[in-house]
């Protein structure tokens, strides 16, 4: 599929990007540009990848069209990674968040139909399902432009792709609490009952491929996650540090924080299908050509929603999870 083709991705030298990056070069692409702001990161990542002559790093900013339109001349396919996807950060600066998240996007679409691209492939998250704060309405609004660019008289397809938390990416609680524990000998948790989807970055990018092989374009593809309460989780990292009298410090919901994530809501569980036994697939209210159609055959879920409350890991499975992660 990425053969001797042309790849694009927004937001390249991030947790995700690094390992799309690594797990693209093996199915020997022309090139593969890295777009992003950070210069000190495409540096570091430059090395990390000696210097790769299939490798392009180009700075700027999805904000900016025009940057945007450059760097997709000939390109193939993009995977739309580059947001602001702190919470707080979101809560704080939501006009930020809305240029960079929402208009940023429209960018990332006018680019792709101006080229004629083939695919792009927007990575949202489970907070864009009956958002609860600003980050997870931007990307809502995001999945939306996506959805709609399929109703364009154009031949590109758009896809969307809805995952939980990455275990170990930045910014990741993981690596918040490993820091924590070594230099606090504390970890500070928001509340005992929260619960989260996670998945290792490595595992992530495997679906990612396999919703851009499958997907025709108009669907949200939703991954299946395991799921965890960060308490546990919080206990498990304690454990692996070998480091004791570590105390676990209750801080209070955050403003737009949930006790529990949701991956799919209960209008959208009207609307979704059971794919395989790694995604769901939500069809968009609009109307697409061909996708209904497509989709005939696969059965409809049986569940009113798709939250991480349920089939939680013990303490046993998230440290395998964390393990086969390299994390700890």
């Not at 396919?77 to 929402?102: G, R, S």
């Not at 965890?228 to 454990?239: G, H, K, M, P, S």
């Not at 209750?250 to 994530?261: M, N, S, V």
Request: charged share 25%; net charge positive.
């Amino acid at each position: 599929m990425f053969n001797n083709k042309i790849i694009l991705v927004t937001g390249g030298t991030g947790s995700w990007g690094h390992e799309l990056v690594r797990q693209l070069l093996p199915f020997k692409p022309k090139e593969i540009r890295i777009f992003s702001r950070n210069e000190s990161n495409q540096f570091a990542m430059k090395q990390e990848f000696n210097h790769n002559l299939k490798l392009r790093f180009i700075i700027g900013d999805i904000k900016e069209k025009k940057a945007l339109i450059d760097a997709s001349q000939h390109v193939d396919y993009i995977f739309h990674l580059a947001a602001l996807k702190h919470v707080p950060v979101c809560e704080e600066q939501p006009v930020e968040a809305l240029k960079t998240n929402v208009i940023g996007t429209q960018n990332v679409i006018d680019a792709a139909v101006y080229h004629r691209i083939k695919k792009v492939m927007y990575i949202s998250t489970d907070k864009a399902s009956d958002p609860s704060n600003f980050y997870g309405l931007s990307k809502a609004m995001g999945e939306k432009l996506i959805i709609h660019a399929n109703t364009l008289n154009t031949n590109t397809k758009f896809v969307c792709i809805r995952g939980g938390n990455v275990l170990g990416s930045n910014g990741s609680v993981v690596n918040v609490f490993k820091k924590q524990i070594q230099y606090n000998k504390k970890v500070g948790i928001t509340d005992l009952n929260m619960t989260r989807f996670f998945l290792n970055v490595e595992d992530a990018i495997k679906l990612v491929f396999k919703a851009t092989l499958e997907s025709i374009g108009g669907e949200i593809f939703v991954m299946k996650m395991p799921t965890c309460r960060i308490l546990d989780l919080a206990q498990v990292l304690i454990e692996a540090s070998n480091i004791k009298n570590v105390d676990i410090e209750i801080l209070g919901i955050r403003p737009g924080e949930k006790i529990h994530e949701m991956l799919l809501s209960e209008y959208e569980s009207t609307k979704t299908l059971i794919f395989d036994n790694d995604y769901f697939v939500i069809l968009p209210a609009i109307n697409i050509k061909g996708l209904k159609e497509h989709y005939s055959k696969y059965k409809s879920v049986k569940i009113i929603n798709y939250n991480s409350s349920t089939g939680l890991m013990n303490k046993e499975e998230i440290k395998d999870l964390l393990m086969k992660g390299r994390l700890i």
